[in-house]
């Protein structure tokens, strides 16, 4: 499985913004997409995900009920939609997929797209 995430962009806070991971190849029930971030300077860290075939889904803390995680069975696509940005929003947003469990740690995650920067400033 082949990732790749686009939808990243320049906004101002309070904005909204939607993320979009295409996967090329086949996901399974059993997988979970997972959405993670990485600020200048900081780790990168969890964020959320979902469970491929009953989308059983999990936030982060600092984005839960602003971030909602989604999928497209049909076009391989996991979705991000972010609301109510806030500058500390700002990071390199990385998508990725794991074979087996839900889980927020990255080292449980087998496959990464490569990252697109959201930045939030006024």
């Known amino acids: 499985v082949q990732l790749q995430a686009y939808g990243g962009g320049l906004v101002r806070p309070g904005d909204s913004l939607r993320l979009s991971c295409v996967a090329s190849?086949?996901?399974?029930?059993?997988?979970?997409m997972g959405w993670f971030r990485q600020a200048p300077g900081k780790e990168r860290e969890f964020v959320a995900a979902?469970?491929?075939?009953?989308?059983?889904?999990y936030y982060a803390d600092s984005v839960k009920g602003r971030f909602t995680i989604s999928r497209s069975g049909a076009k391989t696509t996991a979705y991000l939609e972010m609301n109510s940005l806030k500058p500390e929003d700002t990071a390199v947003y990385y998508c990725?997929?794991?074979?087996?469990?839900?889980?927020?740690?990255?080292?449980?995650?087998?496959?990464w797209g490569q990252g697109t920067l959201v930045t939030v400033s006024s």
């Open positions: 990725a997929v794991a074979y087996r469990g839900l889980s927020t740690a990255e080292n449980e995650y087998n496959r």
């Open positions: 190849g086949r996901i399974y029930s059993s997988h979970v």
């Open positions: 979902i469970r491929w075939g009953v989308g059983t889904t």
